[in-house]
């Protein structure tokens, strides 16, 4: 039995399998995994902010959700994690046009 992960990247909204051999970070299952990895979490950091010198990242949060009370409704964060000078990123993984991306970041600061 070949090794398959469940993706629902679909117009029907149903479940499909997909073989590991075929899986890429797109999935929201292996990229979860692979940034839960502090040094691939560090590296993709490093490499979008090279000017922070960033030597060491802590507290991988996956699927963090902020919730706000106000409007009763959260906002849920793909990967959400530190570095050693205390500074957060969020790393989301983009798989749609950027259309709301205004609100989006208004939400998130």
């Known amino acids: 039995m070949t090794n398959t992960f469940f993706d629902s ?14 899986q890429t970070i797109a999935n929201d299952f292996m990229f979860s995994k692979v940034m839960s990895n502090p040094e691939l979490s560090k590296e993709l950091l490093r490499r979008i902010f090279p000017q922070l010198n960033i030597e060491k990242v802590e507290d991988i949060e996956i699927q963090k959700t902020l919730k706000n009370y106000y409007v009763n409704k959260g906002v849920r964060l793909d990967v959400y994690v530190s570095d050693e000078k205390s500074r957060r990123y969020d790393i989301e993984m983009q798989m749609t046009s950027n259309q709301n991306i205004r609100k989006k970041i208004t939400i998130l600061c």
Do not use: G, S
């Not at 117009?11 to 051999?21: A, G, L, R, S, V």
């Open 9 to 22: 990247v679909n117009k029907e909204d149903t479940f499909t399998f997909i073989p590991w051999e075929e």
